[in-house]
């Protein structure tokens, strides 16, 4: 059985930054797409970045371009995501994902087959 475990998240000021880590054991890291979303207190879960599955092609929502970096290392079965540049809207909890969809790179939530359970991120101003 897959799972997503992330770790790496905190309380951070404006502007700061963090590195969160997702480790992936019983799935072949390798076949999946991997992703980043995040969800806010009442709002609903969103789109956060992408990465192919060698890594090697990337996505980002608009509102995190150029601030945040995925990345991942299929070595170490890791996903990662370097949070820069931190804004109080960046507050929520933030879920990595994993999908074995036969795209070089996918962004909705249904896609995915398999979550972790979420790591805080919690920017103040």
């Known amino acids: 059985q897959a799972q997503l475990v992330e770790s790496g998240g905190g309380l951070v000021q404006a502007g700061g930054s963090l590195r969160l880590s997702c480790a992936a054991s019983?799935?072949?890291?390798?076949?999946?797409?991997m992703g980043w979303f995040r969800q806010a207190p009442g709002k609903e879960r969103e789109f956060v970045a992408a990465?192919?599955?060698?890594?090697?092609?990337?996505l980002y929502a608009d509102s995190v371009k150029g601030r945040f970096t995925i990345s991942r290392d299929n070595a170490k079965n890791t996903l990662y995501l370097q949070l820069n540049s931190l804004k109080p809207e960046d507050t929520a909890v933030y879920y990595c994902a994993a999908s074995k969809v036969a795209k070089v790179v996918v962004t909705r939530p249904s896609e995915f087959g398999s979550w972790g359970q979420g790591t805080q991120v919690t920017v103040s101003s």
């Open positions: 990465a192919s599955r060698s890594g090697g092609y990337t």
């Open positions: 019983g799935l072949t890291f390798s076949s999946y797409v």
